[in-house]
């Protein structure tokens, strides 16, 4: 795919950055169906080629952010070598520097965000509470809420199974499947249908 095929998926004045960003580099981009494991993935193919795969239902900044990240992971790779972490110093470095290169495109109420998460980017998204909640703001098609929304003693289905609150363990929500009786552990941000 090339780079201006991807322009529909992209907020404004990103081809600037990926020109750059792409010149020394064969890339393959596949743009995929929404996949609720991952929102984008990189690997480095046989031929030498590179593939990014990237979900066509995020929205125009939070396509070019994951595009950010990916594109990183290929840009550390290639000049630190294979044996780095994939999230690791320089993955980290290169991805910072990525972002605040590029701070411009995002709207400016997300700027502040990203410049916060450059400090230290995490290497999955829902790590990010900022980025999380800034992505899920507007999405009333759903009725979808954050698992910290929810108070002890609700009940909510995830998965088309039903749970039952229980309390908080560290971080995260203890909850019972009211079906099979086991206990669970739900981070704040998971999203979930609470029941009436």
Excluded at 48 to 69: G, K, M, W, Y
Excluded at 77 to 102: A, C, N, Q, V
Excluded at 150 to 177: A, Q, V
Aim: hydrophobic share 35%; net charge positive; aromatic share 14%.
């Amino acid at each position: 795919m090339s780079i201006h095929n991807l322009e529909k998926y992209l907020p404004p004045n990103t081809l600037q950055y990926l020109k750059i960003w792409f010149s020394d580099y064969y890339i393959h981009i596949k743009i995929t169906r929404d996949r609720h494991s991952k929102l984008g993935d990189y690997r480095k193919l046989p031929d030498r080629s590179h593939e990014i795969t990237i979900n066509s239902t995020l929205a125009p900044q939070l396509f070019f952010f994951v595009l950010t990240h990916e594109l990183a992971h290929l840009i550390a790779f290639e000049k630190y070598g294979r044996r780095i972490y994939p999230h690791g110093p320089e993955w980290k470095d290169t991805f910072r520097k990525m972002l605040l290169e590029s701070l411009e495109v995002y709207e400016q109420d997300l700027r502040p965000i990203i410049t916060r998460f450059s400090k230290s980017p995490k290497a999955n998204f829902m790590s990010s509470p900022e980025l999380v909640r800034y992505f899920h703001i507007g999405r009333e098609e759903d009725d979808l809420q954050f698992m910290e929304e929810l108070k002890k003693g609700d009940s909510f289905m995830y998965r088309n199974e039903k749970y039952l609150l229980e309390g908080l363990i560290k971080k995260n929500y203890l909850c019972r499947n009211l079906v099979t009786g086991r206990q669970y552990s739900f981070k704040p941000l998971a999203r979930v249908k609470k029941c009436s």
